[in-house]
């Protein structure tokens, strides 16, 4: 059981921004959310997490909802090389990553 | 800094036999964890050991098994291989502390025949 909602599908186009959404309605008070990526034939890639506050880094930056029911994954400008399949992961205090199905994310030349 | 690896990358079996699949960790991570990736089933969490103790266990029966030794190189084990086996099987390494980030290994595919 997951506990995240995410569609199942997006396509973008190269160089413009990507929101990717997440849905964590149940999240509890200590979980944090991670987002990691899994392009084809190679194993998942960390990619940014956060627990309240937005946070920013080289890769793109995750914007957590007020309520924390809800945050969004935005890639400043995709690539063609940002195709992959991203997971959104609520993370409690174990290391354990619960995946779900993700957002397969398709780049357009 | 190398990364995760895991060994072998490529793995045929036949149905009944063991497999051993082998993951060294980044260099002074002290957990690691085992997934199952199948297409029907996704990413499965299968364990994760930490300073040569299992502190997490998902829902995979007894034949699955894994162990880690001091120098944090953990291996798994599936006993009495059945062909819903066949799945890539990846490893992933992290300092064990909360909420830091996993770094995962390219993984070793599982085809039992």
């Known amino acids: 059981d997951a506990k995240t909602t995410q569609p199942n599908s997006m396509e973008s186009n190269e160089e413009e921004p990507v929101h990717l959404p997440c849905n964590h309605s149940?999240?509890?008070?200590?979980?944090?959310i991670h987002w990691y990526r899994q392009l084809p034939s190679q194993g998942p890639e960390y990619v940014i997490h956060?627990?309240?506050s937005n946070v920013n880094n080289r890769m793109a930056s995750l914007a957590i909802a007020e309520d924390r029911k809800s945050s969004t994954l935005i890639l400043h400008r995709a690539t063609l090389r940002d195709a992959a399949v991203y997971y959104c992961?609520?993370?409690?205090?174990?290391?354990?990553?619960?995946f779900g199905k993700g957002t397969k994310l398709t780049v357009n030349p | 800094k190398a990364g995760v690896t895991q060994t072998p990358r490529y793995l045929i079996k036949t149905r009944g036999q063991q497999v051993t699949l082998s993951c060294s960790p980044i260099?002074?991570?002290?957990?690691v964890s085992w997934y199952q990736q199948t297409p029907g089933q996704g990413l499965q969490f299968l364990f994760e050991?930490?300073?040569?103790?299992?502190?997490n266990k998902g829902n995979f029966p007894g034949r699955f098994s894994g162990r880690q030794f001091s120098n944090s190189r953990s291996e798994m084990n599936v006993s009495t291989l059945e062909l819903g086996d066949s799945a890539l099987y990846l490893c992933?390494?992290?300092?064990?502390?909360?909420?830091?980030?996993?770094?995962f290994g390219q993984g070793t595919r599982l085809t039992v025949v």
């Open positions: 956060g627990l309240t």
């Open positions: 149940t999240i509890s008070g200590t979980d944090y």
């Open positions: 992961i609520r993370r409690g205090g174990s290391e354990k990553l619960v």
């Open positions: 050991y930490f300073s040569e103790t299992q502190r």
């Open positions: 260099s002074g991570h002290r957990s």
């Open positions: 992933a390494s992290s300092l064990g502390v909360k909420n830091t980030e996993a770094f």
